[in-house]
């Protein structure tokens, strides 16, 4: 049990390869309600942490965190969108803003961003976005707005 | 047979705001959905790890703007599980009694939504007339009526005003009288009962297993609730009953709305009556972000609301001051995306029964795609 208040959860570390086996066997435990995956890039390190996040609902709302680390060069790891319905578009999302490979979910693409943004996954914490958007999208130019010429009272005059 | 592939919104009356469907068709009925998200492209999560702490509570307020109290508290209740604070008794209650509102005006302003695409434009009017007691009061509370920035890490941002018993007892007098009209006139009216009765319905085991949260999940009949599950803040303190529905259709979750409209008024009526009339409001926090990891889960007007927030030592900015990753958890993705694909597929939804169906999960696009 780690945590106080409304984050009390209980907190697991595993492989990436014992993954799936893990969120099978805590289904049959009573964790049968999926909240979400997070992911945290640690460009230093060169891993990236995965966090997911599932909850029992017979058991009083009791969270569990299954966490693991996945090499930043090569992220792929295992889906488990055939053992909690919601993942497959949570995996979708670690897709696109990351750059994970969930390997055995077809339905991997753009989904948010689509048609919106071509470039590195947006939410990896080596991309600047914001320069990115002003080298691709506005040709390295800020946008500014036009300096006032009149002030507003002499405007209004 | 013929399929034909039609996009519902996102400038369509029945669509719930900026998000888009794309439909597929046989005749009238409809063989698949599919959600097209909004233009947010999770913009929030990367500007706040540019931004200071503090203001990126002022951002989270953006990500529902029907329910802007409930995004606070959970990145608030994450916030000081990371600066290790509990906050005072009177900010508890002030949490709890500012959160129940929230929901009130969120309820309200679902009935609006939902009330439209039932042909029953005259209880639109009725809602927003009851919300408009709400924001009133917020204004009076906090200053502000849509977002109000006064749930804080610490506890609350200001301090209750004096009369806030005398006061708050009014309004809510108002808005549950007009609760009771609306019940009467648009809830138990049976145009309404046969337009959603028996629409869209969602077993039990389905809703749990398709991650369905608040409302929904408690319309399909499961009694669970994180503010009674996880009695935060002064949820403990005050006496409340989880409203379910029995069939899990449209009707259902439509009705377990109301009764929750009853309960957080009750809620809030006794929790005017015990908060403490003297005592701090909030603890002053160093500017300095410490190291750690939160997560804050509240239960908000849709459901489940989750925040992540870790901060680490290493800072990009070179300044302690922003958190290195933050991760919201919204309701409204699982109930546009699974829930709403499983009702599609096991029942035959016509398209004129479609704004029914999408009303009843109270959407808010926004935190799809945040």
Redo the contacts between chains.
């Keep these: 049990m780690k945590g106080a208040d409304t984050g009390r959860r209980i907190e697991v570390e595993v492989e990436p390869s014992q993954l799936r086996e893990r969120l099978r066997r805590a289904l049959e435990e009573g964790y049968d309600h999926f909240i979400g995956i997070n992911v945290v890039d640690y460009p230093r390190a060169g891993v990236m942490e995965v966090y997911y996040f599932v909850e029992s609902v017979q058991r009083g709302g009791e969270l569990l965190v299954v966490k693991l680390r996945v090499p930043r060069e090569n992220p792929a790891l295992d889906s488990v969108s055939d053992i909690y319905p919601l993942a497959e578009y949570q995996e979708i999302e670690g897709h696109e803003f990351f750059g994970l490979d969930f390997r055995g979910n077809g339905s991997l693409r753009k989904w948010i961003l689509d048609e919106n943004w071509e470039g590195p996954p947006p939410l990896r914490k080596d991309v600047d976005t914001r320069k990115f958007v002003l080298e691709t999208y506005y040709g390295g130019q800020r946008y500014e707005r036009p300096k006032q010429e009149k002030s507003l009272q002499e405007v209004v005059e | 047979m013929r399929k034909l592939q039609v996009f519902l919104g996102p400038q369509h009356p029945g669509a719930p705001g900026n998000v888009a469907f794309l439909l597929t068709l046989d005749g009238e009925r409809i063989l698949d959905v599919d959600l ?2 909004g ?1 947010l ?2 913009g929030f ?2 500007m706040m790890e ?1 931004r200071r702490w503090d203001m990126d509570l002022v951002m989270s307020a953006r990500i529902c703007v029907e329910d802007p109290d409930h995004v606070e508290l ?1 990145y608030t ?2 916030m ?2 990371i600066f290790g604070v ?1 906050p005072p008794e009177r900010a508890k209650y002030a949490r709890t009694i500012v959160a129940e509102f929230s929901r009130l005006a969120s309820h309200l302003l679902w009935m609006m939504h939902f009330a439209g695409p039932v042909a029953a434009r005259y209880a639109t009017s009725w809602a927003i007339a009851a919300r408009e007691e709400v924001l009133k009061w917020f204004d009076y509370v906090a200053g502000h009526r849509i977002y109000h920035h006064y749930i804080y890490p610490g506890g609350v941002r200001w301090n209750l005003p004096k009369d806030l018993k005398e006061r708050t007892l009014q309004v809510l007098d108002r808005v549950e009288g007009l609760v009771r009209d609306m019940e009467r006139g648009f809830f138990l009216h049976p145009v309404f009962q046969r337009r959603a009765r028996d629409v869209g319905r969602l077993k039990a085991s389905d809703a ?4 369905a ?1 608040g409302p929904v999940l408690r319309g399909s009949g ?1 009694a ?1 609730d ?1 503010r009674k ?2 009695k ?1 803040d002064a949820y403990g303190m005050v006496d409340f009953e989880i409203p379910k529905g029995e069939y899990g259709d449209a009707y259902d979750r439509a009705m377990v709305r109301l009764r929750e409209m009853y309960v957080s008024i009750g809620i809030i009526r006794q929790a005017v009556q015990q908060i403490p009339e003297e005592g701090p409001y909030r603890w002053r926090l160093p500017m300095a972000l410490p190291p750690g ?6 239960e908000s007007a849709r459901g ?1 609301f ?1 925040t ?1 927030i ?1 901060s680490t030592t ?1 800072k ?1 900015g070179g300044r302690p001051l922003e958190p ?2 933050i ?1 919201f ?1 919204g309701p409204t ?2 109930h546009l ?2 829930v709403l694909k499983h009702i599609v597929h096991n029942e035959e939804i016509t398209v004129a029964d479609f704004p029914v169906v999408v009303g009843s999960l109270d959407p808010c696009p926004p935190d ?2 945040r």
């Design positions: 097209i998200p233009f492209h999770r999560e990367k540019y959970s209740h994450a000081d599980q509990d749990v297993r398709l991650g949260t499961v669970h994180i599950a996880l935060y990891e939160g997560v804050g889960r509240v489940e989750m992540h870790v290493e990009p290195y990753r991760k958890r993705m699982a995306t699974t799809i795609d």
